[in-house]
């Protein structure tokens, strides 16, 4: 079984920045991509941010400039970096993980999603 737990979501101003983290703990052999998405409330689970392996990054282009995406192997954490909020992202923010475990069979983890409100 592989956990994940996120951290970091909290009410913020607009134009304000805050710093979401991702953990992965368990039976990890190692870690492919690890995403970003999001939620609004009435709308779709979107997808924010990616980075490889090779530590390549992709994102939406609604949060392009603003958002960064990175990750700490040692930690198997994934961090995004969010400036200049806006109130377009209020959301639930959940990370996903997917890799290989120490059995050698593949896993695809969600973590349990963290409020990020962005309001005066």
């Known amino acids: 079984q592989v956990q994940l737990v996120e951290s970091g979501g909290d009410l913020v101003q607009p134009g304000g920045s805050l710093r979401l983290s991702c953990a992965a703990s368990?039976?990890?052999?190692?870690?492919?991509?690890m995403e970003w998405y999001r939620e609004a409330p009435g709308k779709q689970r979107e997808l924010v941010a990616a980075?490889?392996?090779?530590?390549?990054?992709n994102y939406a282009d609604s949060v392009k400039g603003r958002f960064t995406i990175s990750r700490d192997n040692a930690k198997n954490t994934v961090y995004l970096q969010m400036n200049s909020l806006r109130p377009e992202d209020t959301a639930v923010y959940y990370c996903?993980?997917?890799?290989?475990?120490?059995?050698?069979?593949?896993?695809?983890?969600w973590g349990q999603g963290t409020q990020v409100t962005v309001s005066s």
């Open positions: 368990g039976s990890i052999f190692s870690i492919y991509t």
């Open positions: 980075v490889s392996s090779g530590t390549n990054t």
């Open positions: 996903h993980i997917a890799g290989v475990r120490r059995d050698m069979f593949s896993f695809d983890s």
